[in-house]
């Protein structure tokens, strides 16, 4: 693979996932503005902020392929963050309890050499168990998961909060769905089961 493979973020979950691939590839963080825009829906800000990582990112990589993500989960329409600390953890996870949350992951893969933008969004629905306090201060204590969307990991220990989860790709959960990557390397000539030129 000639072509250098950048990861524009700075998640290590979306490193890991991506190295599953076995690929060589490099991480440059994106800065930049992750506010929603006025009327926009969760499926649009994960679309638009996933391209805008990777197009800022090809302001310095004019001969790369990038790979921009976003996720944004909703619960009854609202929009739900990371946590950040215990607290809002907590609280985060009282009103997800017994609700399914969409998590919108938006992936694209922007080739600099040529302004060639390939995007799509992949949903993932994840339906929570009905949790008491103290089931969520339990498994709080034990993960801290304060960086992910949801407070819940669930390739962890938080997958005992869960009654089911469904989709086409379960590293879209994750934030970095792979099956729809693989389909745009090879449409930007990267086999990955070759690692070579196609």
Partial sequence: MTTPLILASSSRYRREVLQKLHLPFECISPDIDETPLPDEN??????????????KVAESQAHALIIGCDQ?????????????NHENAVKQLTTLSGKEVIFHSA?????SRHQH?????????????????????????????????GSAKSEGMGI???DYMRGDDP??????????LVNMLQQAGIDV??????
């Fill in 193 to 198: 089961l070759s690692h070579s030129p196609t």
């Fill in 72 to 84: 944004v989960a909703t619960v009854d329409g609202l929009q739900i963050g990371k946590p950040g």
């Fill in 42 to 55: 969760p499926a649009q800000t994960s679309l638009r902020l996933a391209e805008a990582k990777a197009r």
């Fill in 107 to 111: 992936l694209c893969l922007y080739d």
């Fill in 160 to 162: 005992a909060l869960l």
């Fill in 171 to 180: 590293n879209a959960l994750i934030g970095l769905p792979l099956i729809a």
């Fill in 117 to 149: 933008m390939q995007s799509t969004i992949v949903p993932y629905f994840v339906k929570f168990k009905t949790l008491s306090l103290a089931q969520i201060d339990s498994y709080l204590r034990l993960e801290q998961p304060y960086d992910c969307a």
